[in-house]
């Protein structure tokens, strides 16, 4: 069962430039969750993530701006977000809609690279995410390289058993 909410925002990346797209999925561990939210994901991204996932699984994509009306909790929830502004209200409303246990994963444009509209010194960086999710009892564990320009980072609870 998919949902969709009908604000979305367009997110990059152009069409075929995800990194290994046929196993992208399984490395982002969006497989087996029984409830996955997007937030601001490309619609390239949101369309593989749906079509990898067993038809009884929820899958549900959202914008930022939208997000407050997603009242539902989550085992994994995935924001594609590069700029900094903005980003803490968006963090803390998917952080909220996380079920105990679950994994939260941010995709951010990588600091060094050209081509993210978002420039280099407005750009999120790991260090960012590591101090605003630390507050929440997260913990950054691994990355996954998505696309040429952009790195997803996992959160995890601290306690947390999960496999990396």
């Known amino acids: 069962m998919s949902q969709k909410s009908k604000a979305r925002s367009p997110a990059p990346p152009a069409a075929g430039s995800l990194k290994n797209p046929a196993d992208l999925v399984a490395r982002l561990e969006l497989l087996l969750p029984e409830r996955v939210l997007l937030i601001d994901s490309p619609r390239e991204l949101a369309a593989l993530v749906e079509n990898a996932r067993a038809r009884d699984k929820t899958t549900r994509e959202t914008s930022g701006d939208a997000i407050r009306s997603v009242k539902e909790k989550f085992d994994a929830i995935l924001v594609w977000r590069e700029d900094r502004s903005g980003s803490r209200s968006i963090f803390e409303s998917a952080v909220g809609r996380l079920e105990p246990g679950g994994v939260l994963w941010v995709v951010t444009a990588m600091k ?32 996954v390289r998505v696309s040429g320009w952009n790195v997803a980072y996992r959160f995890v609870g601290l306690g947390s058993t999960l496999k990396s």
């Open 112 to 143: 060094k690279v050209r081509g993210p509209k978002t420039p280099a010194v407005h750009r999120l960086e790991l260090s960012d995410l590591v101090k605003g999710f630390g507050k929440n009892g997260l913990a950054n564990d691994r990355e």
